[in-house]
């Protein structure tokens, strides 16, 4: 199986690159200054989402380069340079601006983009110049140190946590980011005067990320001190239910565990340090999403869904099942990528212009191509997580049982107002908080539409 998705993945990035590189745009001016010649950005380049896109394509053209040959990965990484010269470029602390004026940065969000692209932006660590290489290190220690000094989410600041999304403080994903941005940074460049204060900061962070309420009497001793001296909030109800954007949000939990992924691969791939804290929760929270997936890969989304279905937080799955494999041993996690992977390869393939969702979301496309291209990015740089992580997986022994047998039974979350049941021939929920209305499912395992 690995060999084979692994094939698959590329064959559908240097596919996509074909579309994608008609969805970028030269910069304003780019060839006036010196520092930053030839400067595109996939997409719109605007904030937040299209910033985020250029990191996600960035990521996909320097990984199909360094999986492809000849002309076709020459051209590849050209893109890749050229967008990553952008991004550094546009950044609070460059010489240009974004397509919508705006320089982008310093937000709590602003490192999301960096965190997803970096995987494949160490592929091109070879090929970077010293004035690259400077620049790369400008952007990220400017954002590491707006987290150290002056974060802010809204009104709050710094490390904050809240089971309820009302209180504008449940942050679980941007918490996990955080923390995760923080340790590449200090891991990266050890020698800056910040280096410890951030890797301090990153344990608060991801001890705040999945955190339930008990963690605030939690004696484990955890990179030196217990659980409870770095707990601020829970993030999650005590069965690893999450109200994010104030609904039971299933999505949200796959990108919680997405972001611990990314570190866990990146850390083992460059030799870095590793958090003992980047895991806090993190198998728990797996063992209640892994019954929230149906035995194709897709998400049940027992509380519904406020975004595009079988997109962004489907998309970050992948590399969580990878991360489940190799840390956790779940027998089943590499077979669930392998049946994601081949649905995006068929909806892929019915597009007849090399893009994911061209076919589905042509009403996305052609009326809002801001949000479109960042919904295309995000499944490409999932693609390109899989080719550069799966390499790293320690594959788990062969399963006892069926993924259904390992999933079945009830899960409960009293306080939320959510129950699940699941068996061989039956998969019931019922969520009293569910994005619009409460909503209730019942339906045959095997159909995961």
């Not at 400067?39 to 910033?51: C, K, N």
């Not at 050890?190 to 410890?196: G, I, L, R, T, W």
């Not at 009497?217 to 030196?224: L, Y």
């Not at 499944?379 to 993924?403: D, E, I």
């Amino acid at each position: 199986g690995a060999p084979r998705i692994a094939t698959t993945a590329a064959r559908l990035l240097e596919r996509w690159t074909g579309w994608a590189e008609h969805q970028c745009c030269a910069l304003p001016g780019a060839g006036d200054a010196p520092s930053a010649p030839n400067l595109r950005m996939f997409g719109s380049g605007y904030l937040h989402w299209g910033v985020q896109s250029n990191w996600n394509f960035v990521a996909a053209m320097a990984t199909v380069a360094a999986h492809s040959r000849g002309a076709f990965a020459e051209k590849a990484h050209a893109l890749a340079v050229s967008t990553l010269h952008a991004a550094l470029a546009t950044h609070v602390t460059g010489d240009r601006r974004c397509p919508d004026g705006k320089q982008w940065g310093h937000t709590w969000i602003s490192m999301l983009g960096i965190e997803r692209g970096m995987q494949g932006v160490a592929s091109l660590h070879h090929t970077l110049t010293e004035m690259d290489n400077a620049a790369l290190r400008r952007v990220l220690v400017s954002e590491a140190d707006w987290l150290l000094n002056e974060a802010r989410r809204g009104e709050h600041g710094g490390v904050c946590a809240s089971k309820w999304a009302s209180s504008r403080m449940n942050v679980p994903e941007s918490n996990i980011w955080s923390g995760a941005f923080l340790w590449r940074v200090a891991q990266m460049y050890p020698d800056e005067p910040s280096a410890a204060a951030w890797m301090e900061r990153a344990h608060v962070y991801f001890i705040n990320g999945v955190s339930v309420e008990t963690d605030a009497q939690d004696e484990t001793i955890v990179a030196g001190k217990p659980v409870r001296a770095r707990h601020v909030g829970a993030n999650f109800f005590l069965h690893y239910a999450l109200d994010h954007h104030g609904y039971l949000n299933v999505g949200y939990m796959a990108i919680c565990a997405s972001n611990a992924a990314i570190l866990h691969f990146d850390a083992k791939r460059a030799g870095w340090e590793r958090p003992d804290s980047l895991d806090h929760h993190q198998g728990d929270l797996w063992n209640v999403l892994r019954r929230m997936v149906f035995a194709d890969g897709r998400l049940a989304r027992v509380g519904g869904d406020s975004r595009v279905r079988y997109a962004y937080c489907q998309e970050y799955l992948l590399p969580s099942l990878l991360y489940a494999a190799d840390r956790f041993g779940d027998a089943h996690a590499l077979e669930l990528a392998e049946r994601q992977v081949e649905w995006i390869a068929q909806e892929a393939e019915a597009n007849a212009d090399g893009s994911f969702y061209g076919t589905r979301l042509a009403h996305l496309r052609d009326t809002n191509p801001h949000y479109y291209c960042r919904l295309e990015s995000d499944r490409a740089v999932v693609l390109a997580m899989l080719l550069n992580y799966l390499p790293l997986v320690h594959v788990p022994p062969a399963p006892s049982s069926g993924f259904e047998e390992s999933v079945a039974g009830d899960w409960v979350e009293h306080e939320h107002g959510a129950v699940l049941t699941r068996s061989a021939t039956r998969f019931a929920s019922f969520s009293w908080r569910s994005h619009g209305l409460g909503q209730a499912l019942c339906v045959p395992p095997q159909e995961s539409s």
